[in-house]
């Protein structure tokens, strides 16, 4: 039993944005400054490179969404 609901192509769009978002919150926004635009982008960002790490996303459980592939048992 998998747990898994963010497919390959999900995923990698997923790891881009979130190194982007990260990046530009720390960076441009200046999270490390304490900006609050760029404490809220860098989360953003955090949370988009989990999601893609681990291959699962929370928020796609209430509506029943799910990018990976259909399994044949």
């Not at 190194?19 to 609050?36: D, I, M």
């Not at 404490?39 to 209430?62: H, K, N």
């Amino acid at each position: 039993m998998t747990f898994a609901n963010v497919g390959g192509a999900d995923r990698a769009v997923r790891l881009i944005a979130g190194l982007t978002a990260l990046a530009v919150g720390l960076g441009l926004l200046g999270a490390t400054r304490g900006e609050v635009a760029g404490i809220v982008v860098s989360i953003v960002g955090a949370v988009m490179l989990l999601t893609a790490i681990v291959g699962f996303c929370p928020a796609y459980l209430p509506f029943g969404l799910s990018t990976c592939k259909a399994r044949s048992n």
